[in-house]
């Protein structure tokens, strides 16, 4: 039985994915502790405490626990603010580690979490296993920068780690190309999907339960709303059908996020008024698993119009519901997203182009072909597969000799 330690600094992963900086990764840890856990290891998750009414330490389930470290006020930060509680964090961290002994790996989420594993990692001789889910100089490259030193720090990082994960080859290709990470520490690890939750049903049904109308073409944005995620090309998208002549409304699943997040938001509503589309849009609150998948299968197409995408866990979701995807052609979306399979990938930013896109699913899709080879390619990934192929890196590592900066 190995001990692990997960650092997800800025972000708890028992928070609602879909608001503040909730989304993604919040599944990845809470899913990957808990599926490690379940092979009989102990997971330690380290987040900074956001709440004073959050208990210092949680047991989600057996072998998995989080414990909300005081790091700055107790209070929801900006971004700029986060960088500013790292050492303290990091501090209490190991002051955690000498009253209760150390982990044999430390898995750090992020590249803040990065700051904080690579201290440890050097105070305490302790593998480091990283996951950075967004880098700097891709983002910038796809979308716009957001700190240079941000980018020369995870650099740092990716020279130290004993281990990057990537979710897909994309995302390992990046990692050389844009930082000069050693192949040799770059494991693909591709993330999974709750199958219990994430199935496919009977559409007609899930619209009843949501109160849909059941003949029009409902399309479904999931995600935070910010100019990184593209939520205005999915309204565009709606639009443009509607001036086609098609019967069509879009879902809106999730809540402001980032420093633009109260922007965009307004945004949509300005265009959604400005459009004549109210009665066809709906903005619906972060949803839990259980009702997420029935927006889900209630949907004929989800839309990922994301500017950058490590992975693209909606995607995958959808696939497991039997909904086909249209997605841009960008990062892990490559790998999750087989054109005319289970939707189609768009190159362009361009809302004529993605409602073509979502026309040709439809009537690829008219005999299910396209939702039940969605629902097979789904089948390729889970949860549990991730947690054996962490805990056989856990083991290589505690056999091997440390990297050194």
Not at 104 to 115: E, M
Not at 160 to 185: G, I, K
Not at 342 to 358: E, F, K, P
């Amino acid at each position: 039985m190995a001990r692990l330690a997960v650092l997800s600094y800025h972000t708890s992963p028992l928070a609602q994915p879909g608001t503040g900086d909730g989304g993604g990764m919040n599944v990845y840890v809470r899913e990957l502790a808990s599926a490690v856990a379940r092979q009989g290891h102990e997971v330690d998750v380290f987040t900074r405490r956001d709440s004073t009414s959050v208990p210092t330490t949680q047991l989600v389930e057996p072998g998995f626990r989080v414990h909300h470290v005081a790091a700055g006020p107790a209070r929801s930060l900006e971004r700029h603010e986060l960088a500013d509680h790292i050492k303290v964090f990091t501090d209490e961290v190991a002051t955690y580690f000498e009253r209760h002994g150390a982990p044999n790996a430390i898995h750090a989420n992020y590249w803040l979490s990065g700051l904080a594993g690579h201290r440890l990692k050097h105070e305490l001789d302790i593998p480091l296993i990283m996951t950075f889910h967004t880098l700097e100089r891709v983002k910038a490259d796809h979308f716009e920068s957001e700190s240079e030193d941000r980018a020369h720090q995870e650099a740092a990082i990716f020279a130290c780690a004993d281990a990057v994960l990537a979710s897909c080859d994309v995302e390992a290709a990046q990692f050389v190309t844009y930082y000069n990470a050693d192949p040799a520490r770059v494991r693909v690890v591709p993330l999974g999907v709750q199958h219990a939750f994430f199935a496919p049903g009977d559409q007609r049904a899930a619209r009843q339960a949501l109160g849909r109308d059941e003949n029009d073409t409902m399309l479904l944005f999931v995600g935070r709303l910010q100019t990184l995620k593209g939520v205005e090309l999915a309204l565009e998208t709606l639009i443009t059908l509607r001036v086609r002549g098609r019967d069509a409304s879009l879902a809106i699943v999730g809540g402001p996020s980032g420093p633009d997040g109260n922007a965009t938001l307004a945004r949509l509503h300005r265009r959604v008024r400005d459009a004549g589309v109210i009665e066809h849009v709906s903005f619906v609150a972060p949803q839990s698993h259980q009702l997420l998948s029935t927006w889900m299968r209630a949907a004929d197409v989800t839309l990922v119009p994301s500017r950058s995408e490590s992975f693209g866990l909606v995607a995958l979701e959808s696939s497991a519901c039997g909904t086909p995807v249209v997605a841009s052609a960008v990062g892990g979306l490559l790998t999750l997203v087989e054109p005319g399979s289970n939707g189609q990938l768009v190159a362009q930013r361009d809302a004529d182009v993605w409602a073509d896109a979502v026309e040709e699913v439809m009537n690829d899709n008219f005999n299910c072909s396209m939702s039940n080879s969605a629902v097979l390619l789904s089948q390729r990934y889970t949860w549990r597969s991730a947690a054996e192929s962490l805990d056989a890196l856990v083991v290589r590592l505690m056999e091997a000799g440390l990297v050194r900066c």
